[in-house]
């Protein structure tokens, strides 16, 4: 029999993941059914055989650079437990940036918004939990991701919420929004992250635009001020290298008040603008 301190001790195996004792105490916890707190409270608990044969299948997996979001089948983002599939892209905590942006620029308790390619549904869901007074529209093209956004909107039970499909604004019927949000695919097929890490698993479709990943955000840049009420924001992510290029392209469609704002690192990560 094995015990959590000594499964624990096994994250010295994962040599090609930056956060290797955490991916193993996430592994354990799902397998175990508990959070990660219980694993140091209890370092002593020996798993059963059934117990040791899941996390050994788990840890192998993960070895292979499987994502952990997919092995566990759950990622959190906003404080909200979403699930997540190989369909779209896992929500991460840089995406929170976006979500903390859009409160901080349309404190209103009543608005009509839209998260365009929202995937999981991880934007407009956080968006939710926080304003339930907002009527949010969650666009997607993908059927599978659909099916992963609804699932997730309907097990969090929030009601101001509608999943739609759409490929960006083309399926939408005409109509205003104060506030339009996207996390748009912005990596440039050459780049050469494409083939290293998570990104391995998650579908080139969410990820990859041409023109240097921009086509897309200079897509929904141009079409957005028609779906937008007078006043109304566009906030887009993008990448930590692109922000000078989005506030030209925004600048160039027409928008004011163009600005980037940088996450925690101190990249420029988001960029905004008012019609």
């Keep these: 029999m094995t015990s959590v301190k000594e499964n624990v001790a096994r994250s010295a195996e994962l040599t090609d993941s930056e956060s290797a004792r955490l991916d193993v105490e996430v592994l354990l916890g799902h397998v175990l059914g508990r959070e990660r707190t219980w694993l140091y409270t209890w370092p002593e608990y020996e798993l059963t055989a059934a117990e040791q044969g899941e996390f050994e299948a788990l840890l192998a997996r993960r070895k292979r650079g499987e994502p952990v979001a997919h092995l566990t089948g759950e990622r959190e983002f906003w404080s909200l437990t979403l699930k997540v599939d190989p369909s779209t892209l896992i929500p991460r905590p840089d995406t929170e940036l976006l979500v903390e942006t859009a ?157 980037s704002r940088k996450d925690f690192s101190g990249w420029e990560r988001i960029t905004q603008g008012r019609k």
């Design 103 to 259: 409160l901080r620029l349309c404190p209103q308790s009543t608005l009509h918004a839209l998260d365009l390619g929202t995937g999981t549904g991880a934007i407009a869901l956080a968006l939710a939990s926080e304003k339930p007074g907002w009527q949010i529209v969650a666009a997607e093209k993908s059927e599978a991701a659909l099916v992963l956004a609804e699932d997730n909107r309907e097990r969090l039970g929030f009601t101001n919420v509608k999943v739609v499909k759409s490929d960006w604004f083309a399926q939408l019927p005409l109509q205003h929004f104060s506030l339009i949000v996207s996390n748009p695919p912005y990596i440039d097929a050459a780049d050469p992250h494409l083939s290293q890490g998570d990104v391995r698993f998650e579908p080139s479709t969410a990820l990859v635009a041409e023109r240097q990943g921009l086509a897309d955000i200079e897509h929904i840049a141009a079409q957005a001020g028609d779906f937008l009420g007078e006043d109304g924001w566009l906030l887009v992510e993008h990448g930590w290298q692109q922000a000078q290029a989005v506030r030209e392209i925004f600048t160039a469609a027409g928008y004011r008040d163009v600005e």
